[in-house]
DNA sequence: GGCGAACTAA
């Protein structure tokens, strides 16, 4: 390092800076050296120092350093000094652009760096292939998909459609906003597909509903010759975690092994909720145990862990522990062992958990935690209490909430709050078909056939959106997967034919089809068409059909299971002696003789 | 010359 960076390292006050610089050759204060002595900058102070020499040097004339002051000050999160040397430059060039909006996206500044970039834009500059993926950042992190695709037509514009940092911030930005198809198109057209490109594309796919495709990509990538790294790994991880795929988890294990891959808190963590859904809480422990660091979202996710799996006093012995590793206790923590002990059916030790967390642990019940609250009491038989929270929630209802509360009418026949609830929900999702049903549903089992009429007007002018569900089951180490009616798998023709023979057993069972989770605008002829081809249905048909008997039937399924299907998988159980595990967005449901295991009031 | 992206818990 020249003299006279080391100098500045080393904090010595501008003038003896300065006075060190007069008995240095002229030609070492070039550019180059200043800029590196900004990197070393540690503190807001030094750089004002620095800074404060740039300008007595003239220094600050040069592009180069004022760029590189103005990044440092953003690095720093010193957005204000940041901007002020910005609009103080009279002279900018596209660097400084880009540092300046790159700056305030990563801030979280979206207001400003949009402002900035507009004002870019309009200064007729072209904008290049650095400024562009930070403003897609904003648009991401804002989830406005309009200005995204704004955006998408002055990437057309400017010709940067085949650089692969646009392009994978194209990807990313569709990804998360839920334009799924769009994310896919620019990813398909990408000439050269990155690791990070094909990471941002399998996390979509993770993320909504389709982790199979996810699983799928990953695949062919490999097969593109892409060496995946740790950041793929957690994204694959959280994919089979969705998918409950175990096979593919121990390959993702194994691979990690393989690799070397240290199990930082990031990997470690993604991987014990990967195994955790997929069916192993030991495993799921054992990766717990091995960790080192572990943060907060280790530990919730641990009690997470043993919460879906039922052992809710597991989950509670976590947490003195947690607090002797001085860790914290956080809002998700509180609802993962609130989840836990509404699971467990542990009323007072659940409640004891939600008294004191304000109080002890400085974290005020947020919506999520009144709602296990509620589902904890309803499950427990306590519908009073539940109704007694309820009219003492202070905070903001939503539609989970309602649903458990929902829920627990609906255990104990309380029709009165049942409506109240249902209409809650209505008022808050006019676009959902499903309470439009429930409610009509609770005013027809009253005779109040006015209110029913009322409901399918009501109905029929609003637009009904169903969102699809999937069901995927393991078999031999290969994942089926099935949506409503799916006729796509080769062996569709066997699996209608064992759906009607079953359904022959099932009504000799007593099995009414509950038409009440179908739409409600179709014939009944067509609703028990549509309900006998629920996907948690064709996986079942399809694990009978291809598992020895006296095996375990292992189902996952993306949504909350519907009480039709609940109910079926009961009685299969019953009649056919099989075990079935089914995993839903919430739990393990262990159906065995005709019972659940759940503790779900279906 | 100076600027760039992806990942964990409910």
């Known amino acids: 390092m020249p003299r006279l960076l080391a100098v500045s390292y080393h904090k010595q006050s501008l003038r003896s800076f300065s006075a060190c610089s007069s008995i240095r050759p002229v030609e070492s204060l070039n550019p180059r050296s200043f800029i590196s002595a900004l990197v070393q900058c540690r503190h807001r102070n030094e750089i004002k120092r620095v800074h404060a020499y740039a300008i007595t040097t003239s220094m600050i004339r040069n592009l180069g350093v004022a760029n590189k002051l103005m990044y440092i000050y953003a690095e720093h999160k010193e957005l204000h000094d940041a901007s002020a040397l910005f609009s103080r430059m009279d002279q900018r060039d596209n660097v400084s652009w880009s540092v300046m909006v790159g700056g305030l996206a990563k801030t979280g500044d979206y207001l400003r760096c949009l402002e900035i970039f ?4 309009r200064s ?3 904008a290049d292939n650095f400024t562009i993926p930070f403003v897609l950042r904003v648009c991401r992190d804002t989830e406005s998909v309009r200005m995204g695709l704004e955006i998408h037509h002055l990437v057309y514009k400017f010709g940067l459609q085949s650089d692969v940092f646009v392009a994978a911030a194209l990807v990313d930005m569709y990804v998360k906003c839920g334009f799924l198809e769009n994310a896919r198109k620019v990813f398909d057209k990408m000439r050269t597909k990155d690791l990070v490109s094909w990471t941002v594309m399998i996390a979509g796919y993770a993320e909504c509903g389709n982790p199979g495709e996810a699983l799928v990509l990953f695949d062919r990538m490999q097969e593109n010759g892409i060496v995946p790294d740790k950041v793929m790994m957690v994204t694959v991880a959280f994919a089979c975690a969705k998918l409950g ?3 593919k988890a121990k390959i993702v294990h194994e691979y990690i092994e393989r690799r070397n891959f240290s199990l930082n808190v990031i990997l470690g963590t993604a991987m014990i909720d990967m195994y955790a859904k997929c069916g192993s809480v030991d495993a799921a422990r054992e990766i717990f145990d091995r960790m080192n660091e572990k943060n907060v979202i280790t530990w919730s996710s641990m009690m997470s862990a043993y919460g879906i799996h039922g052992h809710g006093r597991k989950a509670i012995e976590l947490f003195p522990q947690m607090l002797e590793s001085g860790i914290r206790p956080n809002r998700i923590t509180f609802v993962s062992i609130l989840y836990a002990c509404s699971h467990a059916g542990l009323v007072d030790e659940g409640r004891q958990f ?3 967390m304000g109080r002890e642990y400085l974290v005020e019940p947020d919506v999520k935690h009144y709602t296990c609250m509620i589902d904890l009491l309803g499950r427990a038989g306590r519908l009073d209490e539940a109704i007694e929270l309820i009219e003492n929630t202070p905070v903001e209802k939503d539609e989970g909430f309602w649903g458990a509360f929902l829920g627990a009418c609906r255990i104990h026949g309380n029709i009165q709050f049942a409506e109240k609830a249902a209409k809650a929900l209505l008022e808050l999702c006019p676009r959902n078909s499903g309470y439009y049903v429930l409610l009509s549903n609770i005013y027809a089992k009253s005779s109040r056939w006015e209110d029913v009429a009322k409901m399918r007007e009501l109905m029929t002018s609003m637009r009904v959106k169903k969102t699809p569900g999937w069901s995927w089951i393991e078999i031999n180490n290969e994942i089926h997967q099935f949506r409503v009616g799916d006729k796509d798998h080769p062996r569709s023709k066997e699996i209608y034919e064992m759906l009607k023979a079953l359904s022959e057993k099932l009504e000799l069972a007593g099995y009414v089809p509950d038409t009440n989770f179908v739409l409600h605008d179709v014939d ?11 996907s948690e249905k064709l996986a079942t048909a399809y694990g009978l ?13 993306n949504l909350r299971v519907c009480g039709d299907c609940h109910t079926f998988m009961k009685l299969i159980s019953a009649i056919t002696q099989r075990e079935i595990v089914f995993r839903d967005a919430n739990r393990f449901h262990l159906f065995k003789e005709g019972s659940c295991s759940c503790g779900d009031y279906w």
């Open 118 to 121: 507009r004002e870019f834009v």
């Open 124 to 126: 007729g500059a072209r």
């Open 245 to 247: 795929a175990m096979h």
């Open 354 to 356: 939600f008294n004191s």
């Open 524 to 534: 009944e002829e067509l609703k028990a068409a549509y309900l006998y081809t629920h």
């Open 545 to 557: 059909l291809a598992t020895p008997e006296g095996t375990t039937i292992r189902i996952i399924k």
